[in-house]
C-alpha cells in the first residue's frame, strides 16, 4: 500500500509562489513517473506536470516557464516550485503516484491566487 500527503498550499497574491511538496510512504520498491495535476469545480483533472526516474520533465502549456517539478528519491518527497502564479492556477491540487498498475492520488492540497 502507498500513501501520498500533499502540502504547502494556500492563498497567494497573483505574482507570487507557492512550493508543493508529497511525501510517499508505504512499500515502494521502484518507480518510474510521478506527477502534478489539479482540479477546478466543474472540470476535469488536468496534468500539470511529471518527472520520470531519469530525470526527464514536462509541463502543461499553461504553466510552462513558470512552474518547476522536482524530486528527492532519498527523502520520497516530489514538488512543484510555482512561480509568476495567476487567478487561473486557482486550483486543488494532486500528486499521483501509478505503482504495480495502481495509481495512487493524494487527499489534495488547495491552491487560491487572488488579490
Known amino acids: 500500500q502507498v500513501q501520498l500527503v500533499e502540502s504547502g498550499g494556500g492563498l497567494v497574491q497573483p505574482g507570487g509562489s507557492l512550493r508543493l511538496s508529497c511525501v510517499a510512504s508505504g512499500s515502494i520498491f521502484s518507480w518510474t513517473v510521478m506527477d502534478w495535476y489539479r482540479q477546478v469545480p466543474g472540470k476535469q483533472r488536468e496534468l500539470v506536470a511529471a518527472?520520470?526516474?531519469?530525470?526527464?520533465?514536462r509541463y502543461a502549456d499553461s504553466v510552462k516557464g513558470r512552474f518547476t517539478i522536482s524530486r528527492d528519491s532519498a527523502k520520497r518527497t516530489l514538488y512543484l516550485q510555482m512561480n509568476s502564479l495567476k487567478p487561473e492556477d486557482t486550483a486543488v491540487y494532486y500528486c499521483?503516484?501509478?505503482?504495480?498498475?495502481?495509481?495512487?492520488w493524494g487527499q489534495g492540497t488547495q491552491v487560491t491566487v487572488s488579490s
Open positions: 518527472i520520470t526516474s531519469g530525470g526527464s520533465t
Open positions: 499521483r503516484f501509478p505503482y504495480r498498475f495502481v495509481d495512487y
